[in-house]
Nanobody, 115 residues
Framework: QVQLVESGGGLVQAGGSLRLSCAAS????????MGWYRQVPGKPRELVAH???????NYADSVKGRFTISRDNAKNTVFLQMNSLKPEDSAVYYC?????????WGQGTQVTVSS
């Protein structure tokens, strides 16, 4: 079982920055993939970015150039640095981890960007 705990969400003005963190704990050998998704009411959850254990990254087009995902394998932690935030970035952000063939989710953290 893997537990994911996110932190770092909050309220920020447009153009501002936030840094999300997600720490994984539990019994596992390694986390193959870690990522961030986001969801707004009435819409499906969408991928923001993910990163492999080796550091390969993938971003949604809407966040390229503004968000940066990174991870600390020794601490089983993934980060999302969000710069130049826009009101349309407002959502609940969820951490995601792939361990073996199972996906795990955090409880989500709210990000609100005011205009």
């Amino acid at each position: 079982q893997v537990q994911l705990v996110e932190s770092g969400g909050g309220l920020v003005q447009a153009g501002g920055s936030l840094r999300l963190s997600c720490a994984a704990s539990g019994r596992f050998s390694s986390i193959l993939l870690m990522g961030w998704y986001r969801q707004v009411p009435g819409k499906p959850r969408e991928l923001v970015a993910h990163i492999t254990r080796g550091g390969l990254t993938n971003y949604a087009d809407s966040v390229k150039g503004r968000f940066t995902i990174s991870r600390d394998n020794a601490k089983n932690t993934v980060f999302l640095q969000m710069n130049s935030l826009k009101p349309e970035d407002s959502a609940v952000y969820y951490c995601n981890a792939l361990v073996g063939s199972d996906y795990y989710w955090g409880q989500g953290t709210q990000v609100t960007v005011s205009s």
